[in-house]
């Protein structure tokens, strides 16, 4: 077997490194999980709002044609 040449430190370091990056794995996944779900509720939320707007120009808009309806009519 070939004797290794690096030294002990290094593999030490990049083995701890290695291990560290193992070890956060479950949580960085389930931050992201948290962080698309949180997204995508402010996504529909906003959207919600933005659909309750447009009713309330298109309801404001056939108040005002049906007054101008109303006012059109000769007696």
């Known amino acids: 077997m070939q004797k290794s040449t690096v030294n002990a430190q290094v593999t ?10 193992v070890g956060q794995a479950p949580s960085v996944a389930v931050s992201t999980l948290y962080q698309a779900t949180a997204q995508a509720m402010g996504n ?7 659909i309750q707007q447009q009713g309330s120009i298109v309801a404001q808009a056939v108040g005002a044609q049906a007054v101008n309806l109303v006012y059109s009519i000769k007696f």
């Open 12 to 21: 030490d370091s990049l083995t701890e490194t290695n291990t560290l990056v």
């Open 44 to 50: 529909a939320a906003h959207n919600s709002t933005v």
